[in-house]
């Protein structure tokens, strides 16, 4: 993470800002703190940006108006953290992925595959199904949904529409 300190922190430095502040903060706020910080990479547009839209940060998930006073004192001010160690350097969050992405349109139309897919059986939101009919529509030939598949019927209408297989 490069700090450019004439821009107010983006949303990796905002999660770092939050995670160094739950170190001092009671056991409540800390778990408030944490589950942003946590949260802060998978927010859709950069806090900074909100703010210049003139949006209220609640918007984003795990900010209330606590943390929004917080975060906005960061941006406001410029605030940025020191470089985090290894074990969180050099992540993009979702935004910064948008936007880069953004700039190459030829790179989505390279994407084959798809190795880190969820249903709903763990943390996701579709069925296998609904998964492999999407892939499919996107050109992907190959996905692969993470997770345990306890209880879901995998049957040969599914596996059709799998242009390509790996052997086991």
Known sequence: MKACVDLP?????IAELLSLESGNASYVLQR???????????WEVEARDLIAQKRPLTEL???G????KQIRHWIRWKEHPPRPPPLRQEFYTLAESRTRLAQ???WSARLRSDLQMHTH???GS????????????RGRDLVFADNELIGERVD?????LAPKRVPA
């Open 156 to 160: 040969e209408a599914l596996l059709a």
């Open 9 to 13: 922190p983006n949303n990796a430095e």
């Open 121 to 123: 059986w763990s943390d």
């Open 61 to 63: 998930a795990h900010v």
């Open 65 to 68: 108006p606590f943390l929004e």
């Open 104 to 106: 190459t349109p030829s």
């Open 126 to 137: 579709g069925d296998v199904r609904a998964m492999a009919e999407a892939a499919v529509a």
């Open 32 to 42: 408030a703190f944490r589950r942003a910080a946590r949260s802060a990479f998978l």
